[in-house]
């Protein structure tokens, strides 16, 4: 079977030879996600020691064990700053990529990511109105709303992703094609995006810095007393997706071929959606517009498994998705260094050669996804 077979559209023969893969490979399998396991639990407890103050690992269990580090200043390190924010960009990686997965799949296009419906420019537009407004709409949308700081921000941006997916949820009821629905998505996208930009064009220098910083993303953002709200809300999204794993597969075969199997369609579509919405919207409002991470990490999972069954993939795809957000968070961090670099400058310098081998190894891109 040829090694870049997962990024064509399988045939019904394809799949069962998917589905009766050597024993030996299959046994592997379990293994490589333990390797996971343990790197994702590496990178977390590295992200924990390193930054611009470097501290013992043996520090790092104490403290992560109740107890009290030698130097106070590394308690406050730790404990305020680094396990927040490791923990952020653990919950915003897994989201990511199985939100990538899931719009991949659907749309049968490997270069889909999480934010083709329009949830990033709706959490933009969001934002834009709070920070570029002159008050007066920004305050309007969210009065009544005792919000402050990161978190008014979070909110305008969840209530922003919210509007766009809500309006695509109902386009997605009367729309029977996939393809018409990843179009009227990407629309939807362009006409937020084009709303941003005229807020952008009539306002002041400093607000518009303000909103340029939020693009950057960022996954410091995030105070204890807001991480319920990111956790539960991922993960909900993730428990959605793993209920669905049978049903992605079905539609690996293409939608006719998925409805002769029994399978609802518009169920389908309606959970594929509301979890993408789930996942991509909670990551934009509390960290931005993170790229990258949702299209890379299922290619990586996919070239490591040797697999398109998302029996596999999504368990795969939500700690690779940690893994490779703890690592561009460090990166971020410039170790042993004050600087901080821009959270979204590194997720593109690890995720767009990922990218550009996934065109490179696919001799007709658009031949096999029916283009």
């Not at 046994?27 to 977390?44: C, E, K």
């Not at 386009?171 to 998505?185: A, D, H, N, Q």
């Not at 579509?269 to 299209?295: D, N």
Request: aromatic share 6%; charged share 10%; with cysteine.
């Amino acid at each position: 079977m040829s090694q870049n077979l997962y990024l064509s559209i399988p045939k019904p023969s394809d799949y069962i030879t998917q589905a009766k893969q050597p024993r030996l490979n299959l046994g592997l399998r379990p293994m490589l996600l333990i390797v996971l396991m343990l790197g994702l639990a590496g990178v977390f407890i590295l992200t924990l020691a390193l930054g611009s103050v470097d501290i013992p690992l043996d520090q790092i269990f104490v403290v992560l064990l109740g107890g009290e580090a030698e130097k106070t200043s590394w308690t406050n390190i730790i404990l305020k700053f680094r396990l927040p924010k490791a923990l952020t960009a653990m919950f915003a990686g897994m989201a990511l990529g199985v939100s990538g997965l899931l719009m991949q799949t659907f749309f049968r296009n490997p270069l889909a990511g999480p934010f083709v419906l329009g949830v990033s420019s709706g959490a933009s537009l969001g934002v834009a109105l709070v920070v570029l407004s002159t008050g007066a709409v920004g305050g309007t949308l969210l009065a009544g709303i005792s919000l402050s700081g990161d978190l008014l921000l979070a909110a305008a941006a969840g209530i922003g992703a919210g509007m766009t997916m809500g309006l695509v949820l109902l386009v997605s009821v009367r729309v029977r094609s996939s393809m018409t629905l990843l179009i009227l998505g990407l629309m939807f996208g362009y006409l937020v995006s084009a709303l941003v930009s005229l807020l952008l064009y009539f306002s002041v220098p400093e607000r518009i810095q303000a909103y340029i910083n939020w693009t950057f993303g960022s996954f410091g953002g995030v105070t204890w007393d807001q991480m319920p709200i990111l956790a539960v809300v991922v993960i909900l999204g993730l428990l959605i997706a793993v209920t669905m794993t049978k049903s992605l597969n079905a539609l690996l075969l293409g939608e006719n071929y998925a409805r002769s199997l029994g399978l609802h369609m518009m169920r389908t579509r309606i959970g594929i959606v509301t979890a993408t919405a789930l996942l991509a919207g909670v990551v934009t409002a509390f960290c931005g517009p993170i790229g990258f991470i949702g299209i890379a990490v299922p290619h990586l999972c996919r070239s490591m498994f040797n697999t398109s069954d998302h029996r596999l993939l999504v368990p795969a795809t939500i700690l690779m998705g940690a893994i490779v957000a703890l690592v561009a968070a460090l990166i971020a961090e410039v170790p042993g260094n004050n600087l901080v670099l821009p959270l979204n400058a590194v997720t593109a310098l690890l995720g767009a050669p990922i990218v550009i081998g996934v065109i490179l190894r696919q001799r007709n891109l658009g031949k096999s996804f029916g283009g």
